[in-house]
């Protein structure tokens, strides 16, 4: 009974992290059809500026921010200074990504070193809470009303604003959104900043989990591709679903086929590629 | 043009091999310098490890002045990135390129791996801190000299503490699913259930498993102890999610060699306090060799040094004796690999080492516990197993006949769920 509760909890709290690793990606994979593969290194950059700044003994909820901040610019910088010069040509885009995910890294490694930087939780969420006689993290509950408060955030964003129902006409037919007059060229660099914003901040609010080290961006990247393949490109619901469906794969998955810990994870990625190559809901093809 | 280059360089060493190689042993050893390969990873996910030894072998020549046994030394630095296909291209560029002498490194065992039967057929003297057992063992190099530890050399020594001294009788296993992980765990199983423990549970997390907690809620709730061994930067992922779920107090973490480094110690926390590890080295050890040493690293790196550092730095040590022991004729590589591997070394960093007939050490492993010492986090030695040999206290030809240390051989006979 304990073990069922236990790994539940376990499933959504991953699912939570993995909605705000992937919830960005999404986004700019909906929108520029390409998959940002310095997604991952994105997120590692989150999680090392977050250190950084917690490090100084500032609160979180500023190392969140800033990391925010910085990592949405670089998005913005990215997307003016290189991809912008590679438009319609895909392929050259998503190698692009890749060359600056391997220099991100590299730069990483240059600042912070080779060592892990473990992220303090806030200071009231670093004993475990009990509940029914087990103990449970208490930083991971937070990590799943987090993402859940983004989740809202992000769907009044799309549903509510005219900027998410420019994006929304982006991501249905990006011609046809431009033909109506939506600055197609603006809406990409708001997106950019978007997704990457959402990485940097769930750099940080992973952090206290997974730590900032070397690899973090190549351990993360296909979690991302799952979530978002599964759930559908540029689906906000899609990710959000796909996250929590992956959440639970992994847990139970470990728990109950270790040895085949990522054939599980991965084959309902190449299930829905096969059966479904739209995802659960998405949209558009992948 | 990279291409042409290479490819005429390949052919000019396939014409010419022989007579270079000839050149070379005659040539005048007397104030030329030895030319000292050194294969590191300096980018990717293993960079930590590989920059660690490259401080200590920087240190260790710099404490010689740059001079080993009267001759100086020209060093040859190679990031391999950790990547097997670029360690061998490395490996290729300095032997072929730079003509070196003696190659210090690879880093991993899968580099190792990758350039073995290369380095054999160039009879290229090695000294690596590689663990995988059967370099040493089934498939040995006899131009190969490790100076820290095979895979199961330490593990076997914390079977043997756990079961005697902690008297612990039920423990699980967990490591990375590598060969790394297993033959580190088979090893401290070996020795634990022969000395009447019970392995009851084993959990191999991928590699690059994003998250530990899965495999911490499936934890056998009736344990004395878990046995980790881990590499890189997992082992501190895992302390610190175990702590996390409140575990801390509960069940004892015994790590493995590479577990609780002292690279990650500061970073640990006082939830690491009183954690139980086994190395064949603490930068606490109370020798006139490591003071220097563990001086020399405060003074130029800010850090205590770890099992890296202080693999390439004992290398350093023993290859220094080597080469005194035959005048600095690194040329004569026969009679230098025998001065290698037949060498005791009595005041290295880890203590006195010499060698078995496959290359490996044999020398002291240490039980170790976390505890805070000047505002410090250290490894303080506990116990100490003097002249531990990798075949522990076993029959060498009976443990051959075994197979290599794997997930499944031992086999279990004790797993409950």
Known sequence: MQFWLIQTLNSLALGGLLFLLSSGFSLIFGLLRIPNLAHGALFMLGAYLGATVLAQDLPFWLAVLVAGLVVGLGGVVVERLLLRRLAGNEQGQVLVTLGIAFILADLCLLAWGGDPIPLAAPSGMRRPLLLFGFAFPTYRLAVLVLALIVALLLYLLMERTRLGAMIRAGVDDREMARATGIRVSYLFGCVFFLGAALAGIGGVIGGPILSAYPGLDADMLPLALIVVILGGVGSLLGALVGSFIVGFLYNFGTAFFPDFAYVVLFLPMVLALGFKPEGLFGRVRT | ?417
């Open chain 2, 1 to 417: 043009m990279t291409m042409t280059r290479r490819a005429a360089l390949a052919a000019t060493v396939g014409g010419f091999g022989l007579a270079l190689t000839g050149v070379r042993t005659a040539r005048a050893a007397e104030g030329e310098p030895i030319r000292l390969g050194f294969l590191t990873v300096k980018t990717g996910p293993l960079a930590s490890g590989g920059i660690q030894m490259e401080q200590g072998v920087t240190l260790a020549l710099k404490e010689r002045n740059n001079m080993l046994a009267g001759r100086p030394v020209t060093l040859f630095t190679a990031d391999t990135g950790g990547v097997p296909a670029n360690t061998r291209s490395k490996t290729q560029e300095l032997i072929e390129r730079d003509n070196v002498q003696c190659i210090l490194g690879p880093l991993a065992a899968f580099e190792a791996l990758a350039i073995d039967d290369y380095t054999q057929s160039q009879k290229m003297p090695i000294m690596s801190v590689a663990a995988a057992e059967d370099i040493t063992q089934r498939k040995p190099d006899p131009w190969f000299v490790r100076c820290t530890s095979s895979s199961a050399q330490c593990s076997h020594v914390m079977g043997d503490y756990a079961a005697k001294d902690l008297k612990y009788k039920r423990v699980a296993l967990i490591a990375d699913d590598i060969a790394y992980g297993h033959e580190q765990n088979a090893g401290f199983q070996h020795v634990f259930e022969d000395a009447g423990g019970h392995v009851v549970q084993k959990l191999w997390p991928p590699l690059n498993a994003p998250d530990y907690g899965s495999y911490i809620a499936q934890l056998n709730p009736k344990l004395d102890a878990i046995f980790m061994a881990f590499a890189g930067s997992n082992g501190f992922r895992f302390s610190k999610q175990f702590f996390e779920y409140g575990m801390g107090g509960k069940v004892p973490l015994l790590g493995g060699m590479t577990a609780v480094d002292e690279a990650v110690l500061q970073q640990m926390g006082d939830d690491a306090i009183g954690m139980l590890s086994v190395n064949w080295y603490s930068a606490q050890l109370d020798n006139p060799a490591n003071k220097v040493f563990v001086a020399g690293m405060q003074r130029d790196y800010k850090v205590d040094p770890g099992y890296y550092a202080a693999g390439t730095y004992v290398s350093v040590a023993v290859l220094d004796a080597a080469l005194k022991s035959v005048d600095g004729k690194i040329e004569d590589r026969e009679a230098f690999m025998h001065a290698l591997r037949t060498n005791q070394v009595p005041d290295t960093a880890r203590g006195p080492v010499r060698f078995d007939s496959f290359g490996n050490v044999v020398g002291n492993v240490y039980i170790r516990k976390v505890e805070r010492k000047g505002g410090r986090l250290v490894n303080s030695v506990i116990k100490t197993y003097p002249d531990v040999s990798q075949f522990w206290t076993y029959n060498q030809d009976a443990f051959l006949k075994n197979p290599v240390y794997s997930r499944d051989n031992p086999p279990a006979k004790f797993i409950e769920n």
